[in-house]
């Protein structure tokens, strides 16, 4: 019913740039919240960016703050993450999901899930 495939990832050194692509089939809304989460081996799952659909703001980890953009094509039911600055820190496999529900302004909660895709961040 809903599906969720991403690209875009691979390998880059420290300071490069990657785009990563989500794109979203099924039954979809506009006002759906898409998010980008990422998970590190021996890491918990971690919240990157989330673009809200109610009001098309967007949120950030303060870890990627002023170097990852999250934005959407509505056209094409696609979510882009801009990955600029990478830190070896940022290597993980990202993974987006919709739709996502904010609760406590602290978690958020997402029904689906893509497959991830790998990124890696060279030294």
């Known amino acids: 019913q809903v599906q969720l495939v991403e690209s875009g990832g691979g390998l880059v050194q420290a300071g490069g740039s990657l785009r990563l692509s989500c794109v979203r089939s099924?039954?979809?809304?506009?006002?759906?919240?898409m998010a980008w989460f990422r998970q590190d081996l021996g890491k918990g799952r971690e919240f990157v960016a989330a673009?809200?659909?109610?009001?098309?703001?967007?949120d950030y980890a303060d870890s990627v703050k002023g170097r990852f953009a999250i934005s959407r094509n509505s056209a094409k039911n696609t979510v882009y993450l801009q990955m600029n600055i990478l830190k070896p820190e940022d290597t993980a496999v990202y993974s987006c999901?919709?739709?996502?529900?904010?609760?406590?302004?602290?978690?958020?909660?997402?029904?689906?899930w893509g497959q991830g895709t790998q990124v890696t961040v060279s030294s």
């Open positions: 099924g039954r979809t809304f506009s006002s759906d919240t």
């Open positions: 999901a919709a739709p996502c529900t904010v609760i406590a302004d602290i978690q958020i909660v997402c029904d689906y």
């Open positions: 673009f809200n659909g109610s009001d098309n703001t967007t």
